[in-house]
């Protein structure tokens, strides 16, 4: 997949002339037209609603929808935090924020369920299960999701590796022993940390089964995957909207434990004895709580 610019830049000199004041629009401000509808595109150039869906159709998209889509990950890709702040206050204007996001999210865990591979989530599954050691990687705001990883895998397996990335360098050193037999789950989306990238890389040229955990089949860390699990984000102010990326992420650990039961079972009855021993949980508000919903 180009870049969308490039791809104007390419297709200009075969678009007529409205559909050239539309790739020069595209081109100067992509971060107002990521979320414009194709009519509003149209009366913004000057051009009619039918004349935009023809250009994204000339350049090669499905319809409108999908050359928005890209547009969007164009604004995604290149925008710094700050620009990003101004994109999503343009955006949500006087909208109730709240319902905005929630309902924003909703649809974004939809999208995702619709157009999951579920091959390539079985076989993400099967990797983990027979897996020699797991090596977990994420940067940025996509390290929670793979401390959430961490955190319950090691739950269920004994050689999760947590890869802590302070330093290029340190990354390959902790990847050092890595190879045919290991599984590195890799989790990134926009904007894409050069770090990860180069840490996929070169786990899979060691011959270990990369599982990757993006927004898409094109993003970097797909490239030398084994399996490609995606997943829709987007930008809610600054901040990466990443509530499908953690659904993809539960229905993968739920999937694993159901495949470990016995195991796993073992492991959280010991764990429960041991919480118990030393007061881990606090048993006098779960049972207030036990209290007051009988009553």
């Not at 609603?49 to 547009?71: C, K, N, W």
Request: no cysteine; charged share 20%.
């Amino acid at each position: 997949m180009q870049d969308l610019l490039t791809i104007l830049e390419t297709a200009r000199p075969s678009l007529s002339k409205g559909q050239k004041l539309i790739a020069d629009y595209i081109r100067n401000h992509y971060d107002k037209a990521a979320y414009m509808t194709a009519s509003r595109l149209g009366s913004e150039v000057g051009v009619s609603e039918s004349t935009v869906v023809r250009f994204a159709l000339e350049l090669g998209y499905d319809g409108y929808p999908a050359l928005q889509h890209m547009i969007q990950e164009t604004v995604r890709m290149r925008l710094t935090s700050l620009q990003r702040i101004e994109v999503a206050n343009h955006r949500l204007g006087d909208t109730n924020i709240l319902d905005h996001v929630l309902a924003s999210d909703a649809e974004k865990i939809k999208y995702t369920m619709e157009n999951m591979d579920r091959g390539a989530f079985d076989r993400a599954v099967d990797a983990l299960l027979h897996a020699r050691s797991i090596y977990i990687i994420g940067m940025r705001s996509s390290s929670p999701l793979a401390e959430f990883l961490n955190y319950y895998l090691n739950f269920m397996f004994e050689n999760v590796h947590r890869i802590r990335t302070t330093s290029g360098s340190e990354i390959f050193e902790q990847l050092m022993r890595i190879g045919e037999g290991d599984v590195m789950l890799a989790v990134s989306f926009p904007r894409y940390s050069t770090r990860i990238v180069n840490a996929v890389e070169y786990a899979a040229q060691t011959g270990a089964h990369v599982i990757s955990i993006t927004d898409s089949t094109h993003s970097p860390i797909a490239r030398n995957a084994y399996a490609v699990l995606t997943a829709r984000s987007d930008m809610a102010s600054f901040i990466d909207s990443l509530v499908a990326p953690l659904s993809i992420i539960n229905a993968l650990l739920a999937a694993v434990a159901q495949k470990k039961q016995a195991e796993l079972s073992a492991t959280l009855s010991k764990l429960e004895t041991v919480w118990d021993t030393f007061n881990v949980y606090d048993k006098n508000t779960a049972s207030k709580a036990r209290e007051h919903s009988d009553e």
